[in-house]
């Protein structure tokens, strides 16, 4: 089993910037892909960005691409979604996942098996 916890959720004006974290624990090996997911109201769940850990590999979603960053810190044993140029559609819970089996580079949320509670981003002015 694999345990996610998010951290770092917040309100923020639009242009401004957050950074989430994920802090996996239990087992490591059941772990290929990582990834961030929301959803927003009455809408269906979102792939944002993924690693695929065994290769390195790194993929966003188009509405993200330039303005959110992926990461691990390994030091801190965390998966951070540093988010820039916030935009009030990315208002939402976003949620960790990570998957056990993923294809490479999938953000389609029923290829990821472990999930956490997710954290509130709301963009407003």
């Known amino acids: 089993q694999v345990q996610l916890a998010e951290s770092g959720g917040g309100s923020v004006q639009p242009g401004g910037s957050l950074t989430l974290s994920c802090a996996p624990s239990?087992?490591?090996?059941?772990?290929?892909?990582m990834a961030w997911f929301r959803q927003a109201p009455g809408k269906e769940r979102e792939g944002v960005a993924g690693?695929?850990?065994?290769?390195?590999?790194?993929y966003y979603a188009d509405s993200v691409k330039g303005r959110f960053t992926i990461s691990q810190d390994n030091a801190k044993n965390t998966l951070d979604l540093q988010m820039y140029s916030l935009k009030p559609e990315d208002t939402a819970m976003y949620y960790c996942?990570?998957?056990?089996?993923?294809?490479?580079?999938?953000?389609?949320?029923?290829?990821?098996?472990?999930w956490g509670q997710g954290t509130q981003v709301t963009v407003s002015s």
């Open positions: 996942a990570a998957g056990s089996a993923t294809p490479i580079a999938t953000l389609i949320a029923v290829d990821y098996n472990f």
């Open positions: 239990g087992a490591a090996y059941n772990r290929n892909s």
């Open positions: 690693i695929f850990i065994g290769g390195n590999i790194i």
